[in-house]
């Protein structure tokens, strides 16, 4: 499971409430996956998360975009590799169905990666914007 705690804010309350809601949806499938929900049902909870992601990220790039962001190319690539493992898990739940690792995937290329990315990446856009949109 993933937990939000307030020194992941970004500074920015539109993208902090986004990033609890991809925190929410990403614990909608260890849920489904611990509740052995089957793999119809978490692999429809996954395309919600990846569904959720997609919009996020969008979200956050047309912001960087306003911004003009010089580092922007570089974060754009990093979201595509989250989304591309999202890509990839889906594929095995709906050729394997749920097994035994799959908690362990999820946490080191959801959540490690969530984590990582909001405190490192996102954390240096939210100081860039800060320091940007008082002029
Ligand atoms: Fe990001």
Redesign the pocket.
């Known amino acids: 499971m993933i937990k939000w705690q307030d020194t992941l804010s970004v500074g920015i309350e539109m993208i902090d409430e986004e990033h609890k809601e991809l925190f929410k949806r990403v614990n909608d499938v260890f849920d489904a996956c611990m509740r052995q929900q089957g793999q119809e049902k978490v692999y429809e909870i996954i395309g919600f998360l990846k569904q959720y992601t997609v919009k996020h990220?969008g979200d956050?790039e047309r912001l960087l975009e306003k911004y003009k962001y010089p580092e922007l190319p570089i974060?754009k690539k990093?979201?595509e590799k989250f989304v591309d493992d999202i890509k990839e898990i889906e594929k095995d739940i709906k050729e394997n169905g749920v097994n035994v690792s799959i908690i362990t995937t999820l946490n080191r290329k959801l959540v490690d990666w969530l984590i990582n990315?909001i405190s490192k990446?996102?954390k240096r856009y939210g100081e860039y914007i800060k320091a940007h949109s008082a002029d």
């Open positions: 990220f956050e974060h990093l979201h990315h990446a996102d």
